[in-house]
T-cell receptor, first 113, second 119 residues
Framework: AQSVTQPDIHITVSEGASLELRCNYS??????LFWYVQSPGQGLQLLLK??????LVQGIKGFEAEFKRSQSSFNLRKPSVHWSDAAEYFC???????????FGTGTQLKVEL | EAGVAQSPRYKIIEKRQSVAFWCNPI?????LYWYQQILGQGPKLLIQ????????DSQLPKDRFSAERLKGVDSTLKIQPAKLEDSAVYLC?????????????????FGPGTRLTVL
């Protein structure tokens, strides 16, 4: 069965510092991967997605992610974090011909000023 | 373009009571999803509709949860009777791509959610 693991429950970074959020997946076929962000009291907003092609994908708000098949990973990065990036981040794996989106447990990001 | 609408935003009920949530997807989106997000966890799919038909309800606790999408547009999710462990945020999402027909974007657009507290 497919699964998504986000090893870090909480991460704290200083504003202006770089950020990397980890995501590992388990799936026997070609994965289709997403990163979503959820601000308090809000629904999920798509940051970026990977279906095929270039393994480095660019998203909104200055985020990027790199797909590494050999490591079954899809880590999210940002070179310089802003205070407004404080939120919860979810990695998602799409399977079942596009029917099923499985999420990780999320990483809560805190930004220190 | 209007986003996914959900109501109510918050609901507090006592255990064994009934509750219903409403969702209006983005206009033209054929696929509608209901997710349950328990505190500290990622969203879990409860049910997926394609137009007014159910595609996947394998994780819906059918003894107490029900959902419908009668006209293929808006949808309701009902819990009857509620249990303490049903306390969660219920998220509705919609997408425009038909399952199994290419990948398209397969992007799911999420509503703000309904926060349910069962006392």
């Amino acid at each position: 069965a497919q699964s998504v693991t986000q090893p870090d429950i909480h991460i704290t970074v200083s504003e202006g510092a770089s950020l990397e959020l980890r995501c590992n997946y388990s799936y026997g076929a070609t994965p289709y991967l997403f990163w979503y962000v959820q601000s308090p009291g809000q629904g999920l907003q798509l940051l970026l997605k990977y279906f095929s092609g270039d393994t480095l994908v660019q998203g909104i708000k200055g985020f990027e992610a790199e797909f590494k098949r050999s490591q079954s990973s899809f880590n999210l990065r940002k070179p310089s974090v802003h205070w407004s990036d404080a939120a919860e981040y979810f990695c998602g794996l799409l399977t079942g011909g596009g029917n099923k989106l499985t999420f990780g447990t999320g990483t809560q990001l805190k930004v220190e000023l | 373009e209007a986003g996914v609408a959900q109501s109510p935003r918050y609901k507090i009920i006592e255990k064994r009571q009934s509750v219903a949530f409403w969702c209006n997807p983005i206009s033209g989106h054929a696929t509608l999803y209901w997710y349950q997000q328990i505190l500290g966890q990622g969203p879990k799919l409860l049910i997926q509709f394609q137009n007014n038909g159910v595609v996947d309800d394998s994780q819906l606790p059918k003894d107490r949860f029900s959902a419908e999408r009668l006209k293929g547009v808006d949808s309701t999710l009902k819990i009857q009777p509620a249990k303490l462990e049903d306390s969660a945020v219920y998220l509705c999402a919609s997408s425009s791509t038909k399952s199994g027909v290419g990948l398209g974007t397969y992007e799911q657009f999420f509503g703000p959610g309904t926060r349910l507290t069962v006392l």
